[in-house]
């Protein structure tokens, strides 16, 4: 197929060339403006194990997801049916899943059904009983609606850590949804992993609640909380020294208002003691709804809860219009500024939970970096002075090959923006040593060949024929495995598989392509009487 | 150079029963040094807990560092000396990882501080896997081997025979329960990054099978009447010389990874080494051979042409 030598050598030549144009922005750091825009941005991305960073996986809480869903259900509910005049009571969540309430007359039952599928495509009738004259409803989400809320809430988990992470000021962080309640965040470079956990991990539930200040929160820590109340605990910093002490509050369980109506929030310091706090600003609904809270409730104590921990519960002195606040409290600078992050940034749907947590410091990403040029030379080394030794021209050749090997890997990746990490290094060490395989079975057969007295183009010829197909069935099985090493690896072990998959792959077309024309030339035009091999 | 002369011809075939004792007494002890250890020494990948790497300015004495631990309530933990001595680094693990998994490490990095001084010490790596997680990377790395056992079993037996594959995949499970064996004799730490080697072992010792395969089935085809233990013998001889300096080159670059790399890798580079070393073993003693005791056992009533 490839008989003219020229021909083949413009291939060899077009592949190589390809493979460092994509190869160079990366290995290159600082290229002049001039030759930068004759490149592409394309580079190799280092991992999180050589640049360091911080890996992390977050669980959302779907069942405490579902819970607030059907919350929400059970409060739109009631407002529907106020809206078309149908008496009820008692709309309530029950369980995590279901939402009950009682029709006052069964006539209603009819138009109560029409709201359900006209509003609620989501709901349907789980059961209903007539108790006294009063029709008792108990309605779940649809079997097939209920992953897609589940969807819904990990979207919205995904989105608000997005937001968060882009206040906070990392570069190019991965931020994926994976399987059915996961998150998956990497985060290079970060400094100070606690923060950004603290920042990620945040529910932010932000809400106000009342104090109850008629019963008695003695009686309430011993356990007997009055019905509609609810124990919440709380922080206090101490000024002297700066000791943070807990204490109990005891609050009305109904929420009046919630971060949700945020329009923004900020840091500011306090001019009087110079203490950070949060300024927040409702939008037009919650200005309206904290306006008529405040004015309701002047003199009562008003508690700034978030993520059920009692920040402040200052005395409602005035009616308060313009929808502005302070949440102060017992934060530094940072905490506070944090704080206002994840105010902005909006809640979490649910809870969410860490369940792995990798963080790699950039001094120790940087060792593995330089320790690994190191092996990787070295490695690279003894292999061509062993070829060269033992197959002495004919080694050179092979050489050859796994240099142009090395820079098709990278250019490979580079083209593909593939993550390089250490495992990504030792891979691509490792098809170093592998990638001489292939010309050491053509070398081998070829000698054989020579033996029983073929002539040197014949024996190259031989060599080349029957060593391929061996290449071949034991090449696609070592890629086997490393397709399964890539679907079962995270993060580092994927970096492996990728280098050890595309250095397979290219040791092919430079062990076999590129040496034979180096052979062949040497065969047929200068038409050798004896190999060096 | 020439180290295998061309003309060798070592029976290896006759030396079937001694490979098999050899290998049959490797995987004895490495299953009894499994049972004896309770499974191989799961790391926090698997088993779930924290582990923090930390470096210190100066020397620092263990002991001190054990105590600092003990103080938080985790005298416990595993303390290791990470890499060279002189590099003052330190690995800190334990099984815990208490339930909101980020409190551990920043209790052991506060006690630390109060221990050793702020700034003294530097902490270069943290890691934290809840027990759920680590379950299912033990049942994710289990699946992964075993399915690429089964595609590699379909793929041998669709370009050889089946009585091949088996041979093959035999060798396999050979190559990685004696590795997972010197891993738990040495009490080496099992992680994610060593069933990832695993896998490449997998690969690569396949890859050595294979070759020698080959070999045979073009023997075969080349000398239908030769009775297959002879055929077996002399194909193993012809590629051996391949076989062997193959895995030398590998050898060397994966002792240049050994020596250079850097602690991180180290584990990794290790158990790829005694893979690569068993797996050459297994290509030549233990793959080709099976299928001739297949082929004794049950002689195939027509050899393929």
């Given at each position: ?386 070829m060269v030794v033992y197959y002495r021209l004919s080694g050179l050749v092979a050489n050859v090959a796994v240099l142009l090997n090395i820079i098709l890997i990278l250019g490979t990746m580079a083209a593909f923006q593939a993550t390089l990490t250490l495992p990504g290094i030792a891979g691509i060490i490792l098809v170093i040593g592998m990638a001489v395989d292939a010309n050491v079975l053509i070398f081998e057969r070829t000698r054989e060949e020579l033996r029983t007295g073929k002539t040197p183009r014949a024996a190259i010829d031989a060599g080349y ?69 | ?105 920043e209790r052991i990095e506060e006690s630390l501080s109060s221990a050793f001084g702020k700034g003294s010490f530097e902490v270069r790596r943290v890691e934290v896997v809840g027990p759920k997680v680590g379950r299912e990377l033990a049942e994710k790395g289990i699946l992964a081997m075993v399915l690429a056992w089964i595609a590699m079993l379909a793929y041998i037996s669709w370009r050889f025979e089946f009585r091949y594959a088996v041979g093959g995949i035999l060798a396999l499970v050979h190559d990685i329960i004696i590795t997972v064996g010197v891993f ?122």
């Amino acid at each position: 197929m490839f008989q003219d030598i020229r021909l083949r050598t413009l291939i060899a030549l077009a592949v190589c060339l390809v493979g460092l144009y994509f190869l160079i922005p990366s290995i290159v750091p600082n290229l002049p403006d001039s030759l930068k825009n004759l490149f592409m941005k394309r580079k190799i991305q280092l991992g999180l194990d050589l640049q360091g960073g911080m890996h992390l996986i977050m669980e959302v809480d779907s069942q405490k997801a579902m819970e607030s869903t059907m919350e929400r259900f059970a409060n739109n509910l009631k407002e529907s049916l106020m809206a078309r005049k149908i008496k009820f009571r008692n709309v309530e969540r029950t369980g995590d899943s279901l939402v009950s309430l009682d029709l006052s007359a069964t006539e209603t039952r009819s138009e109560f059904e029409k709201i359900l599928s006209e509003q609620y495509p989501d709901l349907e009738v789980k059961s209903s009983e007539v108790v006294e004259g009063r029709e008792r409803v108990v309605l779940k989400v649809k079997d097939k609606r209920v992953d897609e809320l589940r969807r819904a809430a990990l979207e919205q988990s995904v989105e608000t850590i997005r937001n968060r992470v882009d206040q906070f000021g990392v570069t190019e962080p991965e931020i994926v949804p994976q399987g059915d309640n996961r998150i998956l965040i990497q985060l290079p470079g970060i400094k100070d992993p606690k923060r950004a956990v603290n920042l990620i991990g945040k529910t932010a539930l932000l809400e106000f609640k009342l104090l109850d200040e008629e019963n008695s929160l003695e009686q309430a820590m011993r356990g007997n909380i009055p019905t509609g109340d609810i124990l919440a605990r709380g922080v206090r910093l101490d000024e002297r020294t700066g000791q943070r002490t807990e204490l109990y509050y005891l609050l009305k369980e109904k929420t009046l208002l919630t971060g949700q109506n945020l329009e923004y929030a900020q840091v500011k310091i306090s001019d009087r003691f110079g203490e950070p706090y949060v300024a927040i600003k409702f939008d037009a609904q919650g200005a309206k709804d904290f306006d008529r809270i405040t004015s309701e409730n002047v003199g009562r104590r008003l508690a700034i809860v978030l993520d059920g921990v009692v920040h402040s519960a200052p005395v409602i002195k005035e009616r308060i219009s313009g929808g502005e606040a302070q949440i102060t409290g017992t934060f530094t600078t940072e905490e506070a500024r944090d704080l206002a992050i994840v105010l902005r940034a909006g809640a979490l749907p649910a809870p969410v939970k860490v369940l792995e947590q990798r963080t790699v410091g950039p001094s120790l990403g940087q060792d593995s970096i330089d320790k690994g040029i190191m092996a990787t030379l070295i490695g690279f080394l003894l292999v061509v002075v062993f070829m060269v030794v033992y197959y002495r021209l004919s080694g050179l050749v092979a050489n050859v090959a796994v240099l142009l090997n090395i820079i098709l890997i990278l250019g490979t990746m580079a083209a593909f923006q593939a993550t390089l990490t250490l495992p990504g290094i030792a891979g691509i060490i490792l098809v170093i040593g592998m990638a001489v395989d292939a010309n050491v079975l053509i070398f081998e057969r070829t000698r054989e060949e020579l033996r029983t007295g073929k002539t040197p183009r014949a024996a190259i010829d031989a060599g080349y024929d029957k060593a391929f197909l061996t290449i071949l069935d034991s090449n696609v099985t070592t890629l086997l495995a490393a397709m399964f090493l890539f679907q079962f690896g995270t993060g580092p072990v994927k970096g492996f598989a990728v280098t050890l998959s595309v250095g397979i792959v290219a040791s092919m077309f430079t062990a076999i392509f590129v040496t034979r024309i180096i052979f062949d030339y040497f065969a047929w035009k200068r038409k050798i009487k004896t190999i060096s091999i | 150079m020439e180290w295998i002369k061309p003309n060798i011809n070592f029976d290896f075939v006759g030396k079937i029963k001694i490979a098999f004792s050899v290998s049959l007494a490797a995987i004895l002890v490495s299953i009894l040094s499994l049972i004896i250890h309770g499974g191989p020494n799961y790391g926090i990948d698997f088993a779930g807990g924290t582990l923090v790497q930390v470096k210190f300015q100066k020397g620092t004495d263990a002991d001190k560092v054990r105590s600092s631990l003990a103080a938080i309530g985790m005298g416990d933990s595993v303390l290791q000396e990470f890499g060279a001595r002189e590099n003052n680094e330190y690995l800190i693990r334990t099984a815990e990882s208490s339930d909101d998994l980020k409190g551990l490490s920043e209790r052991i990095e506060e006690s630390l501080s109060s221990a050793f001084g702020k700034g003294s010490f530097e902490v270069r790596r943290v890691e934290v896997v809840g027990p759920k997680v680590g379950r299912e990377l033990a049942e994710k790395g289990i699946l992964a081997m075993v399915l690429a056992w089964i595609a590699m079993l379909a793929y041998i037996s669709w370009r050889f025979e089946f009585r091949y594959a088996v041979g093959g995949i035999l060798a396999l499970v050979h190559d990685i329960i004696i590795t997972v064996g010197v891993f738990s004799v040495l009490n080496k730490e099992f992680t994610l990054v060593i069933v990832a080697a695993l896998l490449t072992i997998i690969g690569y010792s396949i890859n050595d099978t294979i070759v020698v395969y080959d070999r045979i089935r073009e023997n075969v085809r080349k000398y239908p009447k030769q009775a297959l233990a002879e055929t077996i013998n002399s194909s193993i001889n012809q590629t051996l010389s391949r076989t062997i300096l193959t895995s030398f080159t590998v050898v060397l670059v994966l002792i240049a990874l050994l020596f250079f790399g850097g602690a991180v890798i180290f584990d990794f580079s290790f158990a790829l080494l005694i893979g690569v070393i068993v797996g050459t073993y297994s290509s030549i003693f233990i793959a080709s051979p099976i299928v001739l005791a297949w082929e004794r056992a049950r002689p195939a009533k027509k050899r393929k042409k």
